[in-house]
C-alpha cells in the first residue's frame, strides 16, 4: 500500500514514509487471510499467501505460543477501582495532551472511535462515535482494561507499540476473532516522546455497515492510517517543544539566581533593544526599581544610547561606553556590551550588559589618566587591502605579549589600533595613553615614572604614580614615540628589560607587568642612524610593526568611511544624519587628504553644522577642500598660474603638519620668513587651515 503522500514528522520511528504495518488487500481477500490463519493455529502451518506481512505472523505465533483461545471471548484483566484511579491521576498529564490533538482534528474524521492506551496496554480513555464505543465495550475494551499482546494477543495497538511503527490491520488480521466487529478496520501508532521512550499509542477504529468499500479502498484505508501517523507526530513534537519550554524556564531561573549572586551589575537586552532582566547588584547600582527598567528600551533609559545599539545590531561589543540614566544626569555609569550570538543563523539574539560606576572623584588616579581602551577591531571602518593586512596583522600580533610598533602618519588611526590590540589582548586591564610631543620635556620624566612626596616644588604632598605604574596588568601606549627625550630613553629601556621602575625620589624599585604599544609618524630608522633615537631602544619596542595606511591610500574607504563618521558625529549631537551629494562625494574622492581620517572626520562635522539638516553640497565644505575643488576645475580647464599652484602648495604644507610653520617650511624648502611671507601675500588664514 502506497501512503507516500502522508508527511511524517517524528524523527524517532516514524521518520520513513514506507516505515508501517498494513493488511495488503489490494492483494489478497478477507477470506486468504482468515484461511490462513486458521491453518497456522490448528496446523502451525505457515501462511503461503503472499501479502500477510511477517510481523503480524510473528506476533500470531506469539500469541499461540502464549496459550490464547482465538475464539474464545476476550476476558482481559481490568484494574481495581482504587488502581484506576491512581493511574489515571499520574497520566492525567499524558491523557489531556493526547485529547487535545485529538478532539482539534475530530471535524475531519467521523464514524470511528479513538482509544488511547498506556505503555502497559491499559486502555486510558475512548472518544468518538457512540455506537462504535458501546460495540467495542461489549468486548471488554473499556477504560481500566488491560489489552496487551499477553491477555488479547495481535492487536494494533500491541504490534505498534511492539515494532514502534504505525500499524493498520483488520479485524481478521487480529489473533481473537471476537476481538471486535466484522466489516471494522484499526489503525494504530506509537506515542513516543522527545527522549524516544513510549508512552503509549493511539488506536482509530473504524466500522463498516456493510462489505468493504472496494472502489476506494485505497484511499480509505491511507487516510485513516495517515491521520494516525499525523496525531502520532504531533505528538512527539508537542512533548519536544513542551520539554524545550521546560529546560529553557529552568535555565532562565538558574541564570536568574546566579545573577543575583554575582557581585557586578549586569543586564540582559533582547535583540530589539529591550532591557529584559536586571540582577540585584545593578538595581542597587542604577538606583531603579524593576518597573522602571524592565521592559523599557535601552535607548530610551540611558543617554546618547543610538549608536550603541547601531553597533549592537552589526554585533559589535562595545566596551567602556560611559552614560547617564536619561533625566538623571548626576550619576554616570560605564557599561560594557556584549552582543549574544545564536550561532546556527549567526544573527544577534540579544546583549548582555556589565554596568560599573564611572569613576567621577577628582582623585581618582584611575578615572584621572583616562585609563579605558573603547575601540575594538570592529570599529576600523573600510575594506582596502593595505586597511586588511593590517588589521589581520594586529590581530595576530594582539595574541602575543610582545612590544609593537604602529607606524603611520598623523590621524590615521594609530590610536584606534592601540586600543584595539589592548581589548583583544589584555580588555580587563587599564589602557594608559602618553603623548610624548604634548608635555614639556620637564615634566615627561614625571609624568612616566611618578614621583614620591616632595621630590620637587610643586608636587603633591603624597606623591603621584607615573603613566607606567598606572599600567600595570595592562597596556603602555607611547604616542609619538620619536619625541621621548633621549636622556630618558635609556631610563624606559631599562624598565623594559628588567620590568621594575623607581619613581621620581624614590628609593625602592616597583615591580611592573604591562605591554608597550609606540606609535610614530617619524621615521625612526632614519632618528637611528643620525643618532636621535636609540638603536637598542627602537629594537625593543619594534618586536612587532605594523604601517597604518594613509586615507589617500585608501580612497576606496572614504565613502564608507563618510558615511559611519557623519553617523557618529549626528548621533552625537543629536541631529539628522544629512545625505552627501555626489558633486561632494566625488571631492572627497580625489582630495588628498593630508590629515588623514581626523581631517575627514572634521570636514564631515564643519559640513554637517553648515548644512543644517540638509543635504550636504560644495558650498557647505570648509575652504581648504572648496579651494582644491576650484584647483581641480581650473586644473582641467587648462594651466595654473605658478602663484596658484604654490599657494595650493603651502595650504597642504600647513595642514599635513597642522599649522606648525617650522615643519612647513622644511616640506616646501623654503625658510620660515619666506613662508611667513608667502602666507600674508597670498591672504591664507592659519585658522581656517586648521
Same mark, same amino acid.
Given at each position: 500500500?502506497?501512503?507516500?503522500?502522508?508527511?511524517?514528522a517524528?524523527?524517532?520511528?516514524?521518520?520513513?514514509q514506507?516505515?508501517?504495518?498494513?493488511d495488503t488487500?489490494?492483494?489478497?481477500?478477507?477470506e486468504?487471510?482468515?484461511?490462513?490463519?486458521?491453518?497456522?493455529?490448528k496446523y502451525d502451518?505457515?501462511?503461503s499467501?503472499?501479502?500477510?506481512?511477517?510481523?503480524?505472523?510473528?506476533s500470531?505465533?506469539r500469541?499461540?505460543?502464549?496459550?490464547?483461545?482465538?475464539?474464545?471471548?476476550i476476558?482481559?484483566y481490568?484494574l481495581s477501582?482504587?488502581?484506576?484511579?491512581?493511574?489515571?491521576k499520574?497520566k492525567?498529564?499524558?491523557?489531556?495532551?493526547v485529547?487535545?490533538l485529538i478532539?482539534?482534528?475530530?471535524?475531519?474524521i467521523?464514524?470511528?472511535?479513538?482509544?488511547?492506551?498506556?505503555k502497559?496496554?491499559?486502555v486510558l480513555?475512548?472518544v468518538?462515535?457512540?455506537k462504535?464505543?458501546s460495540g467495542?465495550?461489549?468486548?471488554?475494551?473499556?477504560?481500566?482494561?488491560?489489552?496487551?499482546?499477553?491477555?488479547?494477543?495481535?492487536?494494533?495497538?500491541?504490534?505498534?507499540?511492539?515494532?514502534?511503527?504505525?500499524?493498520?490491520?483488520?479485524?481478521?488480521?487480529?489473533?481473537?476473532?471476537?476481538?471486535i466487529?466484522d466489516?471494522?478496520?484499526?489503525?494504530?501508532?506509537?506515542l513516543?516522546?522527545?527522549?524516544?521512550?513510549?508512552?503509549?499509542?493511539?488506536?482509530?477504529?473504524?466500522w463498516?455497515d456493510?462489505?468493504l468499500?472496494?472502489?476506494?479502498?485505497a484511499?480509505?484505508v491511507?487516510?485513516?492510517l495517515?491521520w494516525?501517523?499525523?496525531?502520532?507526530?504531533?505528538?512527539y513534537?508537542?512533548?519536544?517543544? @513542551? *520539554?524545550? =519550554?521546560?529546560?529553557?524556564?529552568?535555565?532562565?531561573?538558574i541564570?536568574e539566581s546566579? $545573577?543575583s549572586?554575582? %557581585?557586578? &551589575?549586569?543586564?540582559?537586552?533582547?535583540q530589539?533593544?529591550?532591557?529584559r532582566?536586571?540582577?540585584d547588584?545593578?538595581y542597587?547600582?542604577?538606583g531603579?526599581q524593576?518597573?522602571e527598567?524592565?521592559?523599557?528600551?535601552f535607548?530610551?533609559?540611558f543617554?546618547?544610547?543610538g549608536?550603541?545599539?547601531k553597533?549592537?545590531?552589526d554585533?559589535?561589543p562595545?566596551?567602556?561606553?560611559?552614560?547617564?540614566l536619561?533625566?538623571?544626569?548626576?550619576?554616570?555609569?560605564?557599561?560594557?556590551l556584549?552582543p549574544?550570538?545564536?550561532?546556527?543563523q549567526?544573527?544577534?539574539m540579544g546583549?548582555?550588559i556589565?554596568?560599573?560606576?564611572?569613576?567621577?572623584?577628582?582623585?581618582?588616579?584611575?578615572?584621572?589618566?583616562?585609563?579605558s581602551?573603547r575601540?575594538?577591531?570592529?570599529n576600523?571602518?573600510?575594506?582596502?587591502?593595505?586597511? @586588511? *593586512?593590517? =588589521?589581520?596583522?594586529?590581530k595576530?600580533?594582539a595574541?602575543s605579549?610582545g612590544?609593537? $610598533?604602529?607606524i603611520? %602618519?598623523? &590621524?590615521t588611526?594609530k590610536?584606534?589600533?592601540?586600543?584595539?590590540?589592548?581589548n583583544?589582548?589584555?580588555p580587563e586591564g587599564?589602557?594608559?595613553a602618553?603623548?610624548c610631543?604634548?608635555i614639556?620635556?620637564?615634566?615627561?620624566?614625571?609624568?612616566?615614572?611618578?614621583?614620591?612626596?616632595?621630590?620637587?616644588t610643586?608636587?603633591?604632598?603624597?606623591?603621584?604614580?607615573?603613566?607606567?605604574?598606572?599600567?600595570?596588568?595592562?597596556t603602555?601606549?607611547?604616542?609619538?614615540?620619536?619625541?621621548l627625550?633621549?636622556?630618558?630613553?635609556?631610563?624606559?629601556?631599562?624598565?623594559l628589560?628588567e620590568?621594575r621602575?623607581?619613581?621620581?625620589?624614590?628609593?625602592?624599585?616597583?615591580?611592573?607587568?604591562?605591554?608597550?604599544?609606540?606609535?610614530?609618524?617619524?621615521?625612526?630608522?632614519?632618528?637611528?642612524?643620525?643618532?636621535?633615537f636609540?638603536?637598542?631602544l627602537f629594537?625593543?619596542?619594534?618586536?612587532?610593526?605594523i604601517?597604518?595606511?594613509? $586615507?589617500?591610500?585608501?580612497?576606496?574607504?572614504?565613502?564608507l568611511?563618510?558615511?559611519?563618521?557623519?553617523?557618529k558625529?549626528?548621533?552625537?549631537n543629536?541631529?539628522?544624519?544629512?545625505?552627501?551629494?555626489p558633486?561632494?562625494?566625488?571631492?572627497l574622492?580625489?582630495?588628498?587628504?593630508?590629515?588623514?581620517?581626523?581631517?575627514?572626520?572634521?570636514?564631515?562635522?564643519?559640513?554637517?553644522?553648515?548644512?543644517q539638516?540638509?543635504?550636504?553640497?560644495l558650498?557647505?565644505?570648509?575652504?581648504?577642500?572648496?579651494?582644491?575643488?576650484?584647483?581641480?576645475?581650473?586644473?582641467?580647464?587648462?594651466?595654473?598660474?605658478m602663484s596658484?599652484?604654490?599657494?595650493?602648495?603651502?595650504?597642504?604644507?600647513?595642514?599635513?603638519?597642522?599649522n606648525?610653520?617650522?615643519e612647513?617650511?622644511?616640506?616646501?624648502g623654503?625658510?620660515?620668513?619666506?613662508?611667513?611671507?608667502k602666507?600674508?601675500?597670498?591672504?591664507?588664514?592659519?585658522?581656517?587651515v586648521?
Open positions: 500500500m502506497d501512503i507516500s503522500f502522508f508527511e511524517d517524528n524523527p524517532i520511528e516514524l521518520k520513513r514506507d516505515n508501517y504495518i498494513a488487500l489490494g492483494q489478497i481477500g478477507i486468504e487471510i482468515t484461511s490462513s490463519k486458521e491453518r497456522f493455529i502451518e505457515a501462511p499467501v503472499k501479502g500477510i506481512p511477517a510481523e503480524i505472523v510473528e500470531w505465533k500469541s499461540k505460543q502464549k496459550g490464547i483461545n482465538p475464539s474464545m471471548p476476558v482481559p481490568k477501582d482504587h488502581e484506576l484511579h491512581a493511574l489515571l499520574d492525567r498529564n499524558f491523557i489531556k495532551d485529547l487535545n478532539m482539534s482534528s475530530m471535524p475531519f467521523a464514524n470511528c472511535a479513538i482509544g488511547i492506551i498506556d502497559d496496554g491499559v480513555e475512548m468518538g462515535d457512540e462504535i464505543i467495542m465495550k461489549q468486548c471488554n475494551h473499556q477504560i481500566g482494561a488491560i489489552w496487551n499482546e499477553e491477555s488479547v494477543g495481535t492487536t494494533a495497538h500491541t504490534l505498534s507499540m511492539y515494532l514502534r511503527k504505525p500499524v493498520q490491520l483488520l479485524k481478521e488480521s487480529h489473533y481473537c476473532s471476537s476481538i466487529k466489516h471494522s478496520l484499526a489503525s494504530s501508532a506509537p513516543i516522546d522527545k527522549n524516544g521512550e513510549i508512552l503509549g499509542a493511539v488506536v482509530v477504529v473504524h463498516f456493510e462489505a468499500p472496494k472502489n476506494n479502498w484511499v480509505f491511507r487516510y485513516f495517515g494516525t501517523i499525523a496525531l502520532a507526530s504531533a505528538f513534537q508537542q512533548s519536544y517543544f @513542551k *520539554k524545550r =519550554i521546560f529546560d529553557l524556564q529552568l535555565k532562565n531561573r541564570l546566579g $545573577l549572586l554575582l %557581585e557586578c &551589575g549586569l543586564i540582559s537586552m533582547d530589539e533593544g529591550i532591557i532582566n536586571v540582577n547588584k545593578g542597587k547600582l542604577l531603579l524593576p518597573n527598567i524592565v521592559g523599557k528600551g535607548i530610551d533609559t543617554s546618547d544610547a549608536w550603541v545599539m553597533n549592537l545590531i554585533a559589535k562595545i566596551h567602556n561606553f560611559v552614560t547617564t536619561k533625566g538623571k544626569s548626576d550619576r554616570q555609569f560605564k557599561l560594557n556584549m549574544v550570538i545564536n550561532e546556527l549567526q544573527e544577534m546583549t548582555i556589565k554596568i560599573d560606576p564611572a569613576e567621577t572623584s577628582s582623585n581618582n588616579s584611575r578615572q584621572r589618566e583616562n585609563n581602551a575601540y575594538t577591531f570592529d576600523l571602518i573600510g575594506e582596502s587591502p593595505k586597511l @586588511k *593586512k593590517a =588589521i589581520e596583522t594586529a595576530i600580533v595574541k605579549s612590544n609593537v $610598533l604602529l603611520g %602618519e598623523s &590621524g588611526g590610536e584606534l589600533f592601540a586600543q584595539s590590540i589592548h583583544l589582548y589584555r587599564p589602557f594608559i602618553l603623548n610631543a604634548a614639556p620635556k620637564t615634566l615627561i620624566e614625571s609624568e612616566l615614572f611618578g614621583y614620591e612626596g616632595g621630590s620637587f610643586g608636587a603633591e604632598r603624597k606623591g603621584r604614580r607615573g603613566k607606567i605604574e598606572l599600567a600595570q596588568g595592562g603602555l601606549f607611547l604616542d609619538e614615540i620619536g619625541d627625550p633621549l636622556e630618558l630613553q635609556p631610563v624606559l629601556l631599562r624598565v628589560e620590568r621602575f623607581m619613581r621620581v625620589g624614590g628609593t625602592r624599585y616597583i615591580p611592573v607587568d604591562f605591554r608597550v604599544i609606540a606609535a610614530t609618524n617619524k621615521d625612526l630608522n632614519k632618528m637611528v642612524e643620525e643618532n636621535n636609540r638603536a637598542d629594537y625593543r619596542l619594534a618586536t612587532f610593526k604601517n597604518i595606511p594613509t $586615507l589617500r591610500e585608501r580612497k576606496d574607504d572614504i565613502n568611511l563618510s558615511k559611519y563618521l557623519l553617523e558625529i549626528c548621533q552625537k543629536s541631529c539628522p544624519v544629512p545625505e552627501i551629494s558633486e561632494v562625494q566625488k571631492v574622492q580625489k582630495y588628498n587628504w593630508p590629515g588623514n581620517i581626523r581631517q575627514l572626520e572634521n570636514v564631515l562635522l564643519y559640513a554637517a553644522s553648515m548644512a539638516g540638509g543635504r550636504i553640497e558650498k557647505h565644505l570648509p575652504d581648504e577642500l572648496t579651494d582644491f575643488s576650484t584647483f581641480q576645475q581650473n586644473l582641467a580647464n587648462g594651466p595654473l598660474s596658484e599652484v604654490e599657494k595650493q602648495a603651502i595650504k597642504n604644507a600647513l595642514l599635513h603638519c597642522n606648525n610653520l617650522n612647513a617650511s622644511q616640506i616646501l623654503i625658510g620660515r620668513t619666506t613662508l611667513y611671507r602666507i600674508k601675500e597670498y591672504k591664507i588664514s592659519v585658522n581656517q586648521n
